[in-house]
């Protein structure tokens, strides 16, 4: 082999290295970004999910409030 053909051959096999890994490097961003969303839309779930049950929390002690108010009003 002469020193052009080994290279050449050495260009070549770099020259697909580098896409595969390019290509990999696009597979690895992609599924993190889905993963991301993912965690992001399980976080709001989450989010809402607490906010109702605070809701329902705050609901509950104003009927307990009205309640009391109502039980001491008759009372009188």
């Known amino acids: 082999f002469s ?3 080994v290279c050449f051959t050495v260009e070549q096999q ?3 290295l580098q896409k ?3 290509k990999a ?3 690895v961003e992609a599924l ?3 993963e991301q969303k993912q965690t992001q839309r399980q976080a709001e779930g989450i989010q ?3 906010l109702c049950r605070v809701g329902e929390n705050k609901l509950s ?3 307990a409030e009205l309640k009391k ?3 001491n009003g008759t009372k009188d």
């Open 61 to 63: 002690l104003k009927r």
């Open 69 to 71: 108010v109502t039980q």
């Open 3 to 5: 020193v052009e053909e």
């Open 14 to 16: 770099f020259t697909r």
């Open 48 to 50: 809402l999910h607490w």
């Open 20 to 22: 595969t890994v390019e």
């Open 32 to 34: 993190l970004e889905e």
């Open 25 to 27: 490097r696009t597979r």
